[in-house]
């Protein structure tokens, strides 16, 4: 059973950085992983994915300001958070899929808070 478990989350001021975290229990094939974020009584929203070649894709709203990356045993995931907004305020998950990223996401962490003050 492939498990996950997100870290680094906290309460930052606006402009601040984090790095969130996302160990992984087993990846032996190198599968699409992913960074969500879901803010209070908003929909879950995509913010990056890592697919098998490595391959990245960013939402709109974070470009240019979120980093994820992958250690080479890709065990670890990483978010970058740089010039951070209130708006970013959010519980942020990790997830992995079962194989290309285009088929979906199906193992999830119990999420890390990122909380921006203004």
């Known amino acids: 059973q492939v498990q996950l478990l997100e870290s680094g989350g906290g309460s930052v001021q606006a402009g601040g950085s984090l790095r969130l975290s996302c160990g992984i229990s087993?990846?032996?094939?190198?599968?699409?992983m992913g960074w969500f974020r879901q803010a209070p009584g908003r929909e879950r929203e995509e913010v990056a994915t890592?697919?098998?070649?490595?391959?990245?894709t960013y939402a709109d709203s974070v470009k240019g300001r979120f980093t994820a990356s992958q250690d080479s045993a890709k065990t670890t995931l990483y978010l970058y958070i740089n010039s951070l907004k209130p708006e970013d305020t959010a519980m942020y998950y990790c997830?992995?899929?079962?194989?290309?990223?285009?088929?979906?996401?199906?193992?999830w962490g119990q999420g890390t808070q990122v909380t921006v003050s203004s």
């Open positions: 997830a992995a899929g079962g194989s290309w990223c285009l088929y979906g996401f199906k193992y």
């Open positions: 087993v990846n032996p094939w190198g599968n699409c």
């Open positions: 890592l697919d098998k070649d490595g391959s990245t």
